[in-house]
Each structure stands twice: as structure tokens, then as C-alpha cells.
């Protein structure tokens, strides 16, 4: 008990003292978080509009992959990524491996299912309501997609949001393929699994907290921006 | 105006669904130039009929035929759906949408979309979410939405059904101006009075089959058929 209060004084200690580590990887953890929720936004938006709206031979197969590549575990898709990032892989050239770039593209994979996934769920229902209407006014396949995404902005945001949650509590891949080097590679989650395992729980637990609080601002930034919950707007 | 559609003729057209013929087969011209009544009981096949028309479902056999096609054929139509579709958008923004598909200049396109607005009584709540309209209201913004590109022909299934008296007035003045703009008219209903007040002819059906097509005057002083006469004594009830 004395671990946890102390750990929620210790963190907002820190937090108001501007600790210029806790800074560093909470601005380290966002960068890699964000990057990777944005390439997986321009990914998995277009790509669930797609499946919603198109009809091709193996569909309900490729909806069943993405739904199943949702739980996609983190290990290894760091193991993966880590294999072909290393020296001796096919991309060993290009030495990102234990660099921020890294870290972006194991989560970019994390991420990108669940957003392409939860944004096909979403405008499916949208295109049912939409199709004769859309069918009615001859529109075209790129109509209809941008159609879908600007009208369905908001469930789709909930899905970025989503996918956003998923990537910055995310440990496992970015550990391998990041490396938790410090002033490099390391962000909250990484740092919150090394300070457990060097047993100071409350640090632990104060950096648990900075990463719960950023979560939440830029949940209520995105729909303060968005103006989603402005009564009497779409 | 006369529309460069039509004559459009239906020859021997089928609509099955799950094995059942639903509709047809149908031998029929539709002609220029009057406000064309589909009429009939429940289930006698005209939202089919319409949707067949308009191309949103396709025939089993038989075939549809315009005197244009592709794109020329669909941009020059319209359909009005028995339930609106109403877009996640403002109002204006939902009558507008059909300009911004075609890609109409937007200073045009805000132009004309407030001409709708006004000629169908929402200029002022064009701001509002569509979703916020009553159902008189929101089937006027669909109309507003079919007639904002001059289509040739709007096809509306039954458009009236949910609505009080004075929204169903509203929309027949809209639609009665519509075709004196030179807009050819095909409307389905069951509305007996409705299809009296608009109709230049009637085109009857009972059970997916073409039963009479008629002048308005023909159809309901000496209908042709029995089935005809018995709908038009209120007696044919499916």
C-alpha cells in the first residue's frame, strides 16, 4: 500500500518538477506512439472502407485474417520484426534495429489490423445505410470510400483511439526491437518493465501513471479538436 | 423539355428473389412527358418495379431499355426512397452532395443548394444535422436532393406514406412544379386520392404483374380489368 501512494505522490513529484528523463521518454513514448497510430490511420482507414464497400472472391477471408490479426501478440511481432531488421535479415541494410524507426514499424503492425479491422466493423453498417443512395447517384468506388470515412469520422476516430490505447501501453515488441537503451530506444513502458525488475515499484508506478495521464489528455485533446461530443453535431 | 431518355422500354422483364418470381414478366414503353402513377396494393411489386427502372436491381431475364447509356443515362435520374436516406451531414450538406459527386464549381453548388432550400422550405434549418428533421421534413430534403442535379426523370416510392396532410401537400406542389420545370415524374403509391390528384396516367399492378397502364381519367372512370376495378372500389385489399 505504501508503494502505491507513494508511487501517485512520487509521480505527480515528478511531473511538476519536470524530471528531464521522465520528459525525454514521455516525449520519446508519444513520437513513436503517435508516428505509428498515424501510418496506421492512412493504412487501416482506407484499407476497412475497402473491405466494407468491395466485393472480391476471398472477402469474408480477408475480414477473418484481420479480425484474427487483431490479437496479434507482441512478442512476436518483435521477434518478426527484430529477424528481419537484424544484420543477417533481409532489411539488416538499412540498421534501424534498435532505433525509434524500429519501434514505429513493430507497432505500425500491432496497430494497423485493429484500426482497419474496428473501421470496416463501423462502415459496413454506414455503406448499408448509404448503399442505394450512393448506387442511386452513380457514384464512384473512390466516392463512395471518402464518402464513408468523412461521414463515419467519428466511430472511425473512436477506432484511431483505439488502436492509439493499444500502441502506447505496448511493451513486448518495442522492447526486442527497440531495445530499452537508454536516451535512445526508451519509452514509459520500457522504462515501467526495467524499474520492476530492478524492484522499485514505486518509480515503476509513478511512470504508470505519467503513461495513464497522456493517454487520457490525448484522448480528450483528439475529441476536444474533433468537437465530437459538441451537442447537436455530427 | 423533352427528356432525351425516353421513350425507355421494359421488354419481358423478370425479377426473382430466392427462386420466387417477384415481378414480371413486364412488356411496357414508359412515355415523356406526364406524371406517371404506379399504382397498387401492398407487395403488388412497385418499389421493384421503380428500383428495376432506376437500375438499382437488376432484371432475370428481359431487359430494360433507354435511348441512352452508362453514365448519360444514370446522371439524367433520380430516385426518392419510401424511407430517406439520411446522410451524417447538415441539410444543406445532404442536399448538396449530389453537386459535390459531379463536381460542380462550389460556389455554384452553394448557389443552387439554397434555391433548393428555400423552394422546399428548409432555408432555415440548412445548419442543422439532417438526423434532427421531422419525417415530413426529411423526405423533403431527399426530393430536394433528387431534383438539385435537373434530372429528366425522378422515380419516388411512395414518398408520402408516413406523412401528415399538410407535409404531403407540400411535397405534391414540389413535385407538380418539378414537372412543369419539365421533369418527368414516375411515383409509386396505394394512395387511391393521391394517384387521382397526380396522376396524367396509371400504370396498375397486382401480384408482380403488369395488370392495365392507362390515362389517369381511363383508369379510375372505366377501369379495364377486374382487379383495376375492385382496387379502384377500394375492395382489392393484397
Redesign the interface.
Known amino acids: 500500500m505504501t508503494d502505491f501512494f507513494g508511487g501517485i505522490f512520487a509521480a505527480f513529484e515528478l511531473v511538476f518538477s519536470l524530471d528531464e528523463d521522465l520528459v525525454e521518454i514521455s516525449l520519446r513514448s508519444m513520437q513513436v506512439t503517435l508516428s505509428a497510430v498515424v501510418i496506421s490511420a492512412f493504412i487501416g482507414l482506407p484499407l476497412g472502407a475497402y473491405l466494407a464497400l468491395s466485393r472480391f472472391r476471398y472477402r469474408r477471408f480477408a475480414i477473418a485474417l484481420l479480425n484474427a490479426m487483431m490479437g496479434l501478440p507482441p512478442v512476436v511481432v518483435g521477434l518478426v520484426v527484430y529477424l528481419l531488421l537484424s544484420r543477417s535479415g533481409p532489411f539488416g541494410v538499412l540498421d534501424l534495429l534498435f532505433t525509434p524507426t524500429a519501434m514505429i514499424i513493430a507497432q505500425t503492425i500491432i496497430v494497423t489490423p485493429i484500426i482497419a479491422s474496428l473501421s470496416h466493423q463501423a462502415l459496413r453498417e454506414l455503406w448499408h445505410q448509404y448503399h442505394d443512395l450512393l448506387i442511386s447517384l452513380h457514384t464512384g468506388k473512390f466516392q463512395r470510400m471518402k464518402t464513408l470515412i468523412w461521414d463515419g469520422r467519428r466511430p472511425l476516430l473512436t477506432a484511431t483511439l483505439t488502436g492509439f490505447g493499444r500502441a502506447i501501453g505496448e511493451v513486448g515488441a518495442i522492447m526486442i526491437v527497440g531495445g530499452n537503451i537508454d536516451h535512445l530506444t526508451r519509452v514509459l513502458t520500457t522504462a515501467i518493465a526495467l524499474e520492476v525488475g530492478k524492484g522499485d515499484f514505486q518509480l515503476a508506478l509513478s511512470l504508470g501513471i505519467v503513461l495513464i495521464l497522456l493517454a487520457v489528455l490525448v484522448n480528450l485533446s483528439v475529441h476536444m479538436l474533433s468537437k465530437t461530443e459538441r451537442a447537436g453535431t455530427w | 423539355m423533352v427528356s432525351t431518355l425516353l421513350p425507355a422500354e421494359c421488354v419481358g422483364v423478370t425479377v426473382k428473389r430466392q427462386g420466387r418470381t417477384i415481378l414480371g414478366p413486364i412488356d411496357w414503353t414508359l412515355e415523356d412527358e406526364c406524371f406517371t402513377i404506379v399504382l397498387g396494393p401492398n407487395g403488388a411489386g412497385k418499389t421493384t418495379f421503380l428500383r428495376l427502372l432506376?437500375g438499382?436491381q437488376q432484371p432475370r431475364s428481359g431487359k430494360v431499355v433507354w435511348q441512352k447509356r452508362g453514365?448519360d443515362l444514370?446522371?439524367a435520374?433520380?430516385?426518392v426512397?419510401q424511407t430517406p436516406?439520411v446522410?451524417?451531414?447538415s441539410v444543406l450538406e445532404n442536399i448538396r452532395?449530389?453537386l459535390s459527386?459531379r463536381k460542380v464549381d462550389r460556389e455554384e453548388s452553394y448557389k443552387q443548394t439554397r434555391y433548393w432550400l428555400e423552394r422546399v422550405g428548409l432555408a432555415d434549418k440548412s445548419e442543422?444535422?439532417a438526423?434532427?428533421l421531422s419525417g415530413g421534413e426529411r423526405q423533403k430534403m431527399a426530393l430536394a436532393r433528387a431534383l438539385i442535379t435537373r434530372p429528366d426523370i425522378v422515380f419516388l416510392d411512395e414518398p408520402t406514406t408516413n406523412l401528415d396532410g399538410a407535409s404531403t401537400a407540400s411535397l405534391e406542389a414540389i413535385l407538380k412544379s418539378a414537372q412543369q420545370d419539365g421533369c418527368k415524374i414516375v411515383m409509386a403509391t396505394h394512395d387511391l386520392s393521391q394517384a387521382r390528384r397526380l396522376a396524367d396516367d396509371v400504370v396498375f399492378l397486382h401480384k408482380g404483374k403488369l395488370v392495365e397502364h392507362s390515362s389517369s381519367q381511363l383508369f379510375f372512370d372505366r377501369p379495364q380489368s377486374d382487379l383495376a376495378s375492385a382496387f379502384t372500389r377500394g375492395e382489392l385489399l393484397t
Open positions: 432506376h438499382l453514365a444514370y446522371c435520374q433520380s430516385f426512397f436516406i446522410m451524417r451531414r452532395y449530389p459527386v442543422l444535422d438526423a434532427s
